[in-house]
């Protein structure tokens, strides 16, 4: 079981656990006998739905992902494709309008 969170009354951390088995999260509070405290435990597996339930989901980091790293690392990749495309694809058209302007 994983401890979701704290609440000070039993009270709160029952309309919380009540309000996660309504979006079928199933959920129990637990007391905490050295502090008073009431808290709301899931089953591992069900921990991050119910952080998302109520609300306490962490923002996910912004680590930058592969991708970006490998846009990031090769900024010379589209000028050089872009150029290459063009010295191929300018003389192909030159030859073909020259050829069509010859009367072939």
């Known amino acids: 079981m994983t401890i979701i969170e704290q609440y000070p009354t039993a009270q709160a951390a029952q309309g919380q656990a009540a309000f996660l088995v309504e979006r ?3 959920a129990t509070v637990e007391s905490d006998h050295d502090t008073g ?3 709301i435990a ?3 597996d069900d921990a991050e739905r119910a952080r998302e339930v109520l609300g306490l989901a962490e923002p996910e980091p912004e680590d930058p992902t592969q991708v970006e790293l490998i846009g990031a ?3 010379w990749l589209v000028p ?3 150029v290459g495309v063009a010295l191929f694809t ?3 058209v030159s030859f073909l309008v020259a ?3 010859s009367g072939g």
């Open 37 to 39: 405290a009431f808290a």
């Open 24 to 26: 079928g999260v199933g």
């Open 99 to 101: 050829f069509k302007l």
């Open 42 to 44: 899931v089953l591992d």
């Open 80 to 82: 050089v494709l872009l």
């Open 73 to 75: 690392a090769r900024p």
């Open 90 to 92: 300018i003389p192909i």
